[in-house]
């Protein structure tokens, strides 16, 4: 995975990494928007099935978040190495993408390896895959 979808915002936080950083990376840009609101992400985490025990506990977490920074910093320490793909997925449906807007917002800045952007590049798609299945759906 070489390709980051990246809002305008994002475009400039990557492009002040180290060149060594850059290289190689594609940008596409985020041009895809979604009003979301709180009783929209409610009934998106509600609905979700996840399986993993560590999501299921972290969802109960979520909603009880009163902001989408809230829930960001709630997605930001937890380690989804372990977790099935499938349930990831599910979960960053049900928080949507403005959640992920603010993950990449926070770690973008602090990319210090390919891995790490590497993470950003799959939160990208994630949230791009989001914002189309939604607007899809409007």
């Not at 980051?4 to 915002?9: A, V, W």
């Not at 990376?25 to 928007?33: C, D, G, Q, R």
């Not at 009783?39 to 099935?49: A, I, K, N």
């Not at 992920?100 to 939160?123: T, Y």
Request: aromatic share 4%; glycine share 4%; with cysteine.
């Amino acid at each position: 995975m070489s390709t980051l979808h990246l809002t305008q915002k994002e475009r400039r936080v990557f492009e002040k990494l180290a060149d060594s950083l850059r290289e190689g990376w594609t940008v596409e840009s985020e041009t895809l928007t979604y009003d979301d609101t709180p009783p929209r992400q409610m009934m998106r985490l509600s609905l979700v099935r996840l399986h993993d025990p560590k999501l299921l506990a972290l969802r109960k977490q979520a909603e009880k978040c009163r902001s989408i920074e809230e829930a960001a910093v709630l997605m930001a320490g937890i380690d989804l190495k372990d977790v099935n793909d499938d349930d990831i997925a599910a979960l960053f449906f049900g928080l949507g993408p403005a959640v992920i807007d603010q993950l990449i917002a926070e770690e973008l800045p602090r990319v210090k390896n390919d891995q790490e952007l590497e993470g950003i590049a799959a939160l990208s798609q994630i949230r791009h895959s989001i914002l189309s299945a939604l607007l899809s759906a409007a």
